[in-house]
């Protein structure tokens, strides 16, 4: 069987040309017939269906004489994809998507967005990596992006370029059916965390970010999160994240180690986030962080060695989700903490509560909270603290009132041991408080560990 098409042997003489910006013009497409001897074309369902998860062989096509057709939903002109195109089955409601390696920068001047290609497949071959199905060339054990001078013996840029028209999904929705897939979270905002007045979030340009840069998305409508990943090397890294909430068009993929799913942008404009944030309600007494002289309540741990000797300072340690894992007496660089972490363990969810002991507010004014809190191995902000006047003993019964916490956003390794204290006005509150510190994790993919020290509330 034949495929027929059009004005391809003058793109192929002329796909190197130089094109410096994003405002470029593609190369005129004839009427030249170039005929591809072979089968008609297969789905990439189909090539990926050749893949066995349970051998992880490399799977390597031979003597198909086959094409594969999709729709290039990737764009590296930002620096955010590197040497791969993304592509999809359909420009709209697509059904599977994969990656394909090539060994060339600049590949949106040639495969651009929404660009029709043929792939042929004999010579290529397949395997499962950092979470996704990759076409490529074998080397040596591994699927190494193919050759550039091969690229043109694979590749076929056809003459239409497609409207790839997002598909809306919620983070509910993510499988792994849809990965590598041209997607769009509406009504979603980045955690406040990231966005707070004296410290807003680059895209990937923190300290902390080494390879890429995760930022925490939420969804509005369930509180459900996803991370948003972009590349140390992408030309947008250091632009800040918008601070409001609104949609973003992306990639659904999974993140390097394949431990939870990412969404990843072709550009930022792709983040259309300019209407009012979702927050919930934040206890407002004022903004009055100055500690006065008179402490009404101060842990740092020491001499607490064990969970029993906690329990005997009247803290509530508890794992709500049935689980064992709970906020941990630590010794960690010759101080003594609390930490908490879902990494290693089997526990999906994880919530644990730690809460202080009664504090009475009567014979105070101007009360400050303050704890020293550190981040390490991130995997997404998934602490929160609350405020009660009523603990009932359960912190599935009781009332509790947000607080505007500053939980930081740490490095992907435990290279850092600086903390971040946080400091919060409970002034306007009278009598009995408790303040409760809530770890909200899932093994594999949120396993942030937080480590707790020196919670003190001080008045006047």
């Keep these: 069987m034949k495929i027929l098409k059009t004005g391809i042997l003058l793109i192929l003489l002329t796909g190197n040309s130089c094109v410096t910006t994003d405002d470029f013009e593609l190369p005129p497409m004839d009427a030249t017939e170039v005929e591809i001897e072979g089968n008609l074309t297969t789905s990439i369902e189909a090539v990926k269906g050749n893949y066995n998860f349970t051998t992880g062989q490399i799977y390597t096509f031979q003597e198909t004489n086959t094409w594969l057709m999709g729709y290039v939903i990737s764009d590296d002109a930002g620096g955010n994809f590197y040497k791969e195109l993304i592509i999809q089955d359909k420009p709209s409601n697509p059904t599977s998507g994969i990656h394909l390696l090539l060994d060339h920068?600049?590949?949106f001047e040639t495969f651009n967005f929404g660009r029709k290609i043929y792939v042929k497949l004999d010579g290529l071959s397949l395997w499962y990596n950092n979470g996704v199905l990759q076409l490529g060339i074998q080397n040596r054990g591994d699927v190494v992006p193919i050759p550039n001078s091969m690229i043109d013996d694979h590749v076929i840029r056809t003459g239409q370029t497609a409207e790839v028209i997002p598909m809306s999904i919620?983070?509910?929705?993510?499988?792994?059916?849809?990965?590598?897939?041209?997607?769009?979270?509406?009504?979603?905002?980045?955690?406040?965390?990231?966005?707070?007045?004296?410290h807003i979030y680059s895209f990937a340009s923190n300290p902390a970010d080494q390879y890429d840069g995760e930022r925490q998305l939420e969804s509005c409508e369930t509180g459900e999160t996803v991370l948003l990943s972009t590349s140390t090397f992408s030309n947008f890294k250091s632009l800040l994240i918008p601070e409001g909430s609104g949609s973003v068009e992306g990639i659904l993929t999974r993140d390097f180690y394949d431990e939870h799913y990412v969404i990843v942008v072709n550009s930022p404009d792709k983040l259309n986030m300019n209407d009012s944030r979702c927050d919930p309600a934040y206890l407002e007494c004022g903004e009055n962080i100055n500690e006065g002289s008179k402490i009404l309540f101060e842990e740092n741990f020491e001499g607490v060695?064990?969970?029993t000797i906690l329990t005997s300072r009247r803290w509530t340690n508890l794992n709500v989700s049935g689980g064992e894992v709970k906020f941990k007496p630590t010794l960690s660089s010759g101080n003594r903490l609390l930490r908490i972490s879902a990494y290693n363990t089997l526990e999906s969810p994880l919530e644990a509560w730690l809460v202080t002991p009664v504090i009475n507010l009567d014979n105070s004014i101007n009360e400050v909270l303050s704890f020293d809190i550190l981040s390490s191995f991130d995997k997404g902000l998934i602490m929160e603290v609350f405020i009660s006047d009523d603990f009932t003993g359960d912190p599935r019964t009781t009332e509790w009132t947000s607080l505007d916490a500053h939980i930081p956003l740490g490095p992907s390794g435990s290279n850092s041991r600086i903390f971040t204290k946080s400091k919060i006005d409970i002034s306007c509150l009278d009598g009995k408080v408790w303040i409760g510190f809530?770890?909200?994790?899932?093994?594999?993919?949120?396993?942030?560990?937080?480590?707790?020290?020196?919670?003190?509330v001080i008045g006047d």
């Design 438 to 456: 809530r770890y909200l994790g899932s093994a594999p993919d949120k396993t942030t560990t937080y480590d707790l020290d020196n919670v003190r």
């Design 305 to 307: 060695t064990s969970s």
């Design 170 to 198: 919620k983070i509910s929705d993510f499988s792994a059916e849809m990965k590598n897939l041209y997607v769009r979270l509406e009504n979603v905002q980045f955690d406040r965390n990231l966005v707070k007045e004296d």
């Design 105 to 107: 920068n600049s590949l």
